[in-house]
């Protein structure tokens, strides 16, 4: 577990443009069972959420089509979120940072940390955008 004072920063770059912050299972669950689409990122203190995930997530948000829903739980912060999170991005590893958008709760898009480290996050964030016009 990381100390709340080291991942606030890093919890900020994501609540700061609309996220919001899931800490239970119960969090996870009813965030999951809304309407619509609801984009999920698993956020990390490594290296490539801070440079690629948070960034790629922020730009995607610049489309026309987006999330009705945007959450984000934080590994090795709240595992109780995160393991409910990944629980339902099933047959997909657990990896962080990760992206996952659900439509009416069902799982439509997946983007695992191999998709993200080392690619930039334009490129991330044109994945997203991808996603959202087929899907949101």
Do not use: W
């Amino acid at each position: 577990m990381y100390p709340p004072e080291l991942v606030k920063p890093m919890r900020e770059d994501l609540t700061n443009i609309g996220f919001d912050e899931l800490y239970t299972a119960e969090d996870v669950n009813a965030a999951l069972q809304k309407e619509g689409t609801t984009l999920v990122v698993v956020n990390s203190v490594c290296g490539c959420a801070a440079a690629n995930a948070r960034p790629g997530a922020r730009m995607s948000l610049q489309n026309t089509k987006k999330p009705d829903h945007l959450v984000t739980v934080f590994a090795g912060v709240d595992r109780e979120a995160v393991d409910a999170a990944r629980a339902q991005m099933v047959p997909f590893p657990p990896s962080s940072p990760s992206m996952a958008l659900f439509k009416n709760g069902e799982l439509v898009h997946m983007l695992e940390r191999h998709h993200i480290e080392g690619r930039p996050a334009e490129m991330i964030s044109e994945n997203l955008k991808g996603a959202y016009n087929e899907y949101c």
